[in-house]
């Protein structure tokens, strides 16, 4: 069944489908465009690679909910007095479910504490509108964006949104058809991760863009409740959600299921470790890291944070000395350890630097590289590449005859060029 989320077209009846005065049932759905269709596709095997890495998803626990409507300004909440507003905790509902609410229409604000599952929320969500978008061409066409590359208070989170989708293969000019269209559904991880100082602004650009003539439909913005409280201004949004802690009989359940029965033991005689893991993602970094030769230096740990920096270390060893089964590296070419964690540094303090959470290798810069070498390697590379093009067309303009010489010197002189500029 097609969402629909405005009144547009429900009084209207296809003209063809009239004899006479008898209305012969309804035109036949049209097909998707094969361009909306190749992206809708390509988008999913993005969701199911993410979901299936995911920490969280390794907790097939279904996440308690509780209803926050206080935390959005709903248009009819200045138009009927309904008295105080209560959270209520949700039986064990789908977020597709919630999501498609009459009340919430599909806008939908999710939040929760650092490591709750926002992220594998929306990731699931996604996933189930990704599906039916594929099924039903009438669905809008959703997009995942992480809200921490909006940095200019200037730019309209529409056309960031465009700028964005470039990376993710979606021309501008057709990025901005869909948005004009109302085709799209954005999805948006990460309000919290936006630069601190910009977060209230970012909030306003979000509601300015659903006041807007052109505003999508239907939206759903993750964020973490703590610093989404302290904004000035609250998203224009039908519904909120917040997530629940995992509880006692949630987690004893599901490491009775993976065979962990052991370690629930420990848990249960640690209060301590017990409040840690009641987020999904510090359970599956537990259970990954926690092992009985282990017991004794735990013991020895005293405060929470000691403890939560002894999982993180023992989860990133045990992460770092694993088995690769990888066809990108043939037996006994595997990076060893201290190399592998060498370069998640760099990429770590190269994503602080430029304020970003998600690592896309369509926009990882030369500028990361760290040393002299490295960069002279690149740019004698890149040089002679690119040389070589500009040769072969020097070449194919001017003869054939005269190809490999005027190839060499363009490579040559291009690659200089291009090396001192970069330099």
């Known amino acids: 069944m097609s969402r629909q989320y405005d009144n547009r077209g429900r009084d209207q009846i296809p003209i063809e489908n009239v004899h006479g005065n008898v209305y012969v049932g309804e035109a036949r759905s049209r097909k998707r465009p094969d361009k909306e269709l190749t992206w809708l596709k390509a988008f999913e095997k993005e969701i199911e690679g993410r979901l299936t890495s995911s920490l969280h998803n390794q907790i097939l626990i279904n996440l308690g909910m509780e209803a926050q409507p206080e935390q959005v300004n709903r248009l009819w909440d200045m138009e009927v007095k309904s008295g105080q507003i209560t959270e209520t905790i949700l039986p064990e509902t789908g977020i597709l479910e919630i999501f498609d609410r009459p009340e919430i229409a599909g806008k939908l604000l999710i939040l929760g504490k650092p490591g709750a599952g926002k992220?594998?929320?929306?990731?699931?969500?996604?996933?189930?509108?990704?599906?039916?978008?594929?099924?039903?061409?009438?669905?809008?066409?959703?997009?995942?964006?992480?809200?921490?590359?909006?940095?200019?208070?200037?730019?309209?989170?529409?056309?960031?949104?465009?700028?964005?989708?470039?990376?993710?293969?979606?021309?501008?000019?057709?990025?901005?058809?869909?948005?004009?269209?109302?085709?799209?559904?954005?999805?948006?991880?990460?309000?919290?991760?936006?630069?601190?100082?910009?977060?209230?602004?970012?909030?306003?650009?979000?509601?300015?863009?659903?006041?807007?003539?052109?505003?999508?439909?239907?939206?759903?913005?993750?964020?973490?409740?703590?610093?989404?409280?302290?904004?000035?201004?609250?998203?224009?949004?039908?519904?909120?959600?917040?997530?629940?802690?995992?509880?006692?009989?949630?987690?004893?359940?599901?490491?009775?299921?993976?065979?962990?029965?052991?370690?629930?033991?420990?848990?249960?005689?640690?209060?301590?470790?017990?409040?840690?893991?009641?987020?999904?993602?510090?359970?599956?970094?537990?259970?990954?890291?926690?092992?009985?030769?282990?017991?004794?230096?735990?013991?020895?740990?005293?405060?929470?944070?000691?403890?939560?920096?002894?999982?993180?270390?023992?989860?990133?060893?045990?992460?770092?000395?694993?088995?690769l089964n990888s066809r990108f590296y043939?037996?006994?070419?595997?990076?060893?350890?201290?190399?592998?964690?060498?370069?998640?540094?760099?990429?770590?303090?190269?994503?602080?630097?430029?304020?970003?959470?998600?690592?896309?290798?369509?926009?990882?810069?030369?500028?990361?590289?760290?040393?002299?070498?490295?960069?002279?390697a690149y740019r004698l590379i890149f040089g002679l590449i690119f040389g070589l093009i500009f040769g072969l067309i020097f070449g194919l303009i001017f003869g054939l005859i005269n190809w490999l010489i005027s190839g060499l010197i363009g490579a040559l002189i291009f690659g200089l060029i291009l090396g001192r500029y970069l330099g």
């Open 119 to 323: 992220t594998t929320t929306l990731l699931e969500l996604a996933r189930a509108l990704v599906r039916s978008a594929i099924d039903d061409p009438n669905e809008s066409i959703p997009f995942l964006l992480n809200l921490s590359s909006w940095k200019d208070p200037k730019q309209t989170i529409k056309d960031w949104a465009i700028a964005e989708l470039t990376t993710k293969g979606i021309g501008s000019k057709i990025g901005a058809k869909w948005l004009e269209d109302q085709k799209m559904l954005p999805l948006l991880d990460g309000l919290d991760e936006v630069r601190s100082d910009l977060q209230p602004a970012c909030v306003k650009a979000i509601n300015q863009w659903m006041s807007a003539e052109e505003q999508p439909r239907a939206i759903v913005v993750c964020s973490r409740r703590e610093e989404y409280e302290l904004y000035p201004e609250k998203l224009n949004l039908n519904g909120a959600i917040h997530l629940q802690e995992l509880n006692e009989r949630q987690i004893e359940r599901y490491l009775n299921q993976v065979d962990r029965a052991s370690l629930w033991q420990v848990l249960e005689a640690d209060a301590a470790l017990l409040d840690l893991v009641r987020q999904p993602l510090l359970l599956s970094i537990t259970l990954v890291a926690y092992r009985k030769e282990l017991a004794g230096q735990w013991e020895q740990l005293r405060s929470t944070q000691e403890r939560l920096t002894f999982l993180l270390d023992a989860y990133v060893d045990k992460m770092l000395h694993r088995q």
């Open 330 to 376: 043939s037996t006994n070419t595997e990076p060893i350890a201290e190399q592998t964690r060498q370069w998640l540094i760099i990429l770590a303090r190269q994503l602080r630097h430029d304020d970003a959470t998600e690592l896309l290798i369509e926009k990882m810069q030369p500028t990361w590289l760290e040393n002299a070498h490295q960069k002279w």
